[in-house]
């Protein structure tokens, strides 16, 4: 029996809800049965007792049988709610257990999936399904068997003991219950239609919420709010009206039951009420009576509760891997075989691709490559270069025609077959949430992840990986992110230490070419690129109450700003800083472009509108201390070299200047452990490691200093032999929700540098050098031609013709088919289509 | 009164009022309404290049417009015989029109050959000012038609007729 965390090899889509019930979790189920018989048992024994307690101990007078019989009671009581509790837990467990499976398995299945059904699929839809819609199957799932025999058995049970109280008055008062189980499905069938509405909706409304989310760009672009706000209210009104019915329905089967089962001791009250008068019924009879058949309430109401899962749960199932049910067009891993070597000969022959609509996107394709043959792929936009390349590394399913590699249909390998020798770097390569690290190892793990020890294989060497982020040009870019990290002291010990002695080396080699774009920490000036507090103090917090964010409400701060006839003038500047920033930047959206160069952030902009407005009529004394405190924290955090729309009045610069040697004094006194003042001898810990290697702050983020920059850190670093260092906490640096901390361009290098990683045996490039400014371009090129010719074979869709020249061969292609093949020359030279797309139509 | 630049004391905004100002004196600015250039102002950064800098080089699209405060600057290009030296732009020229609008590589080189100051305006910052202002388009557009109609008049007005090359050239108006 399969019963490990993952279930049988059926693809989740053709399971049906019941297979979870007991090939999944038979064990489980088993054991629930044990507790179920007990518990049914713990309850029946009550009633027993109860009718002792009246008829034995009571009407006898006997102490000692009423205290035996309330022991049994309360014995068998506790029992009963102890077990139930049991048999919460155990069905928790299973449903959990169940939903986790099924949200795996579906997962599993659904990235599967050909390309083209994402196309019409909504990632909002694969969410809804995976987190919403298997709730209620896998609810089902644990109560399938607990809910029905605990309740039934109960039932029966309280059943039974009715007919043996009294044959004539049980079946009377039961004679509801046949009526309630016909009345009931009819209703059911109405709330199972407007469930699979709503599921359909459901998934249709997730659709549209993550459309419109992810194209918020789009909307904001064009103002487009009521647009959106009305196609949303549509969806939500129609959802609206779905629920409302499913709901009404599912009211309507509660309240029906409720009637129902309540008439039951209408009619032992009326008919045993005329027994016990006319004496052919004894009081404690009526009394066992009345209480279980009032028992019998709480197991009718759970199966009907139950069925009512039952009926929801099928429906969200069935409609959920209804939708799903498509195959994979490959299989994933090779059957009984090791994943092949390629070599990478491409024969293509007659290929044709068309779309679901009957579109010929492709027709007729014929070509041939050598292992190691670079062929470049032009044409018009449209043409059908990328479709080409997405047939030849097996992302379509192509219609007709042959792929082959090294004499393999494309369409027989499996996907590992693939990942082995395929490096694929598409037009807008996805970077994910995490490390450069971890993306740039990305393709080059899920080629050699083992299945069975989930984990990968091999990795690429350190070394190798700093080799291809020089190859692809990132490497830079890696290093500034190093170098801006703020390292923690436990962590680096050795390397703060050098980083320390590299400080001197690097004023002594640089320090005066570099002078215009740094502004070196000097105790007797004011620093024009740090911000007011940093001018202040000049020095790390050791302790979180002196840390800039807390200083506004550091009580010994405040009170030296006052001293030192500092706090007037900064609340002056706070507000003159808010007027400005409201005035510039108050009613456009947040864009973190625009708001760069702001000392307010976007999310405080609406308090700093609203203190604006009440400094229109208020002087600055009268503003409350929350207001203040405000103006003074954005006062704190004001840097001119950066904060253009304001000045730092001169008198103020002085002022600030003065107050720094007379905060050290005090503090140095008063509190000799609060901070670590700048010293060209210490690491400053609440520093990157770029400023420490200055001790000081670079003036510009212009494109031309920071190359200078570079070159300089470099060349210091590799004397220093701490590069690879810096690099490799570089490489920690955390890329942002699809890599949005990055540039387009160093996006584009990194999907690069993580196909090349893998050192495929074949290579496709679909425009991957797009978003690349014309050095990396050149570099990626030669790379390709002196690294790559005669090892990898390339396919390359290049949109920029002056990198063509040195490929093996080119095709041009046009609507869809191959117009002509050859290398660069002989195309030229032949004044064909090559010639009109490198010269133009005039010449 | 609570007119913030008018009021306050001494030099308190005084780099970002100059670079308004320098920003209204530029055709290709002066429409857009005192709201958006004041944005465009707080955004532009001042640069200083040394002599033999590079501003911009052909082929890369770095996506800068510049306006020279002070200094000068030659603009070259490169071809089969070699680095060729087209003019000097100097104290008051704006390049980057067309820069801002969208990506395009260059196809000169401007290295400063005096120490140069300049006003430095990235293309993501317009842009990102220009979708806040739906109206913009249409003072942007004008501006560019106007210094493209400008050229092509001034060319015609200063070729000599005859030159056979010119005669292909001439009309950059008709694009």
């Known amino acids: 029996m399969p019963s490990k965390e993952r279930p049988a090899e059926k693809p989740i889509v053709k399971r049906s809800l019941y297979s979870w019930v007991f090939g999944f979790n038979t064990k489980l189920q088993i054991l629930l049965l044990v507790v179920i018989l007990f518990t049914v048992f713990a309850r029946v024994v009550p009633l027993e007792m109860q009718k002792r307690i009246v008829n034995s101990a009571i009407k006898l007078r006997k102490i000692d049988l009423l205290l035996l019989y309330c022991g049994f009671f309360l014995a068998a009581v ?29 997962y599993e299945h659904i990235i599967t999936l050909p390309l083209s059904f994402f196309r019409n699929t909504q990632p909002g839809t694969v969410v809804n399904a995976l987190s919403v819609e298997l709730n209620i199957p896998g609810n089902f799932v644990g109560m399938a068997i607990a809910a029905p025999v605990t309740n039934i058995l109960t039932l029966l049970a309280f059943a039974g003991y009715l007919i043996w109280l009294n044959l004539w008055l049980a079946l009377l008062s039961l004679s509801m219950y046949p009526l309630i189980v016909f009345l009931v499905p009819m209703l059911q069938k109405r709330v199972n239609r407007a469930n699979k509405e709503r599921v359909d909706m459901a998934r249709e409304f997730s659709g549209r919420v993550a459309e419109s989310i992810s194209g918020i760009h789009e909307v904001q672009a064009n103002g487009a709010y009521p647009i959106e706000n009305n196609k949303f209210g549509i969806i939500v009104d129609k959802l609206r009206q779905i629920r409302l019915v499913w709901s009404l329905y599912r009211f309507g089967i509660k309240t029906l039951n409720n009637y129902m089962t309540s008439l039951g ?121 990328s479709t080409l390349a997405q047939c030849i590394g097996q992302l379509y399913a192509y219609s007709s025609g042959n792929i082959l590699i090294d004499d393999h249909e494309v369409a027989q390998l499996t996907k590992r077959d693939m990942a082995r020798n395929l490096g694929f770097v598409s037009q807008s390569p996805l970077i994910f949430t995490g490390s450069i690290e971890e993306n740039l190892l990305y393709s080059a793990a899920a080629a050699n992840w083992n299945i069975e020890s989930q984990k990968a294989e091999r990795l690429p060497t350190l070394d190798d990986i700093i080799a291809v982020l020089q190859q692809t040009g990132i490497f830079v870019d890696v290093l500034r992110f190093g170098l801006n990290t703020v390292l923690s002291a436990k962590e680096y010990t050795a390397l703060i230490k050098t980083l320390v002695q590299v400080r001197a080396n690097f004023q002594l080699e640089f320090g005066k070419a570099l002078a215009d774009y740094v502004e070196f920490y000097d105790e007797t000036k004011y620093l024009y690129h740090s911000n007011i507090a940093d001018n202040l103090i000049l020095g790390a917090a050791r302790r979180v109450d002196f840390e800039q964010h807390m200083l506004c409400e550091n009580e010994y701060f405040l ?40 000392p307010i952030a976007p999310e405080e902009l609406d308090t700093f509108k609203d203190i604006v407005k009440r400094l229109n009529t208020l002087k600055l004394h009268q503003l409350d201390e929350n207001d203040q405190t405000h103006l003074l924290d954005l006062a704190l955090r004001f840097v001119p070299g950066k904060h253009k729309m304001a000045g730092l009045p001169v008198m103020l610069s002085g002022l600030i200047l003065e107050s720094r040697a007379m ?67 570089g490489m920690q640096f955390q890329v942002g929700s699809k890599g949005d901390k990055l540039s387009g361009g160093q996006r584009q290098k990194l999907a690069i540098a993580r196909a090349f990683l893998k050192q495929p045996k074949l290579l496709i490039m679909d425009e991957a050098t797009s978003a690349l400014d014309n050095k990396s371009q050149t570099r990626i090129q030669n790379l390709l031609t002196h690294r790559y010719k005669g090892k990898s074979t390339l396919v390359a869709v290049v949109h920029r013709l002056d990198t063509i020249k040195t490929f093996d061969k080119i095709a041009v292609m046009k609507a869809g088919k191959i117009g002509e093949m050859g290398t660069y020359d002989d195309l030229i030279a032949q004044k064909g289509m090559l010639y009109e797309l490198v010269y133009g139509k005039r010449a | 009164m609570n007119s913030s630049t008018e009021n306050a004391p001494e030099c308190t905004s005084c780099e970002l009022t100059d670079d308004l100002n320098l920003l209204r004196g530029i055709d290709f600015f002066a429409r857009i309404p005192l709201d958006g250039l004041k944005i465009l102002a707080y955004l532009c950064t001042r640069e200083t290049y040394k002599p033999g800098d590079i501003l911009f080089s052909q082929g890369d699209d770095d996506g800068q417009a510049f306006y020279l405060i002070t200094g000068k600057a030659k603009l070259s290009y490169k071809n089969e015989n070699g680095q060729q030296v087209v003019r000097d732009v100097e104290k008051g020229d704006f390049l980057g029109r067309l820069v801002l609008l969208g990506s395009m590589p260059r196809l000169f080189t401007l290295t400063a050959e005096t120490e140069t100051t300049c006003l430095v305006l990235e293309r993501a910052k317009f842009l990102r000012t220009f979708e806040q202002f739906p109206g913009l388009t249409d003072k942007v557009f004008q501006a560019i038609i106007e210094s493209i109609v400008g050229w092509d008049r001034r060319f015609l007005s200063s070729f000599k007729e005859g030159c056979n090359t010119c005669c292909d050239m001439v009309g950059i108006s008709l694009i």
């Open chain 1, 78 to 106: 506790t029992a009963a709610g102890i077990l139930k509790y049991v048999i919460n837990i155990i069905e928790t467990y299973i449903a959990q257990r169940t939903i986790t499976a099924m949200r795996k398995s579906l």
């Open chain 1, 559 to 598: 009170n030296f700003l006052k001293e030192a006839d500092l706090n007037r003038p900064l609340l002056g500047l706070g507000a003159h800083l808010s007027r400005q920033t409201v005035d510039i930047l108050g009613d456009i959206a947040p864009d973190p472009v625009l708001f760069a160069q702001s």
């Open chain 1, 663 to 729: 905060f050290r004094e005090r503090i140095s006194i008063d509190d000799p452990d609060a901070f670590a003042f700048y010293d060209i001898n210490q690491y400053i810990h609440s520093q990157s490691i770029l400023n420490n290697i200055f001790f000081g702050t670079t003036t510009t983020a212009n494109p031309l200093a920071q190359e200078k920059i570079n070159q300089s850190i470099i060349q210091l670093l590799i004397e220093e032999d701490i590069l690879e260092a810096i690099v490799k906490i």
């Open chain 1, 265 to 385: 001791p209408f009619i032992v009250f009326i008919l045993g009420g005329y027994l016990s008068i006319k004496g052919r019924l004894e009081l404690g009879a009526l009394v066992a009576f009345l209480s279980a058949q009032e028992k019998l309430y709480n197991p009718w109401k759970e199966l009907i509760e139950f069925y009512q899962v039952y009926q929801d749960g099928m429906v969200n199932y069935n409609r959920t891997m209804e939708f799903f049910n498509k195959e994979p067009d490959h299989q994933l891993e090779p059957v009984g075989r090791k994943p092949f070597e390629l070599e990478g000969n491409i024969e293509v022959s007659n290929l044709r691709f068309l779309t679901d609509s009957g579109l010929e996107l492709l027709g007729g394709i014929n070509l041939s490559l050598k292992a190691g043959e670079h062929l470049a792929v032009v044409g018009f936009s449209g043409s059908g270069k």
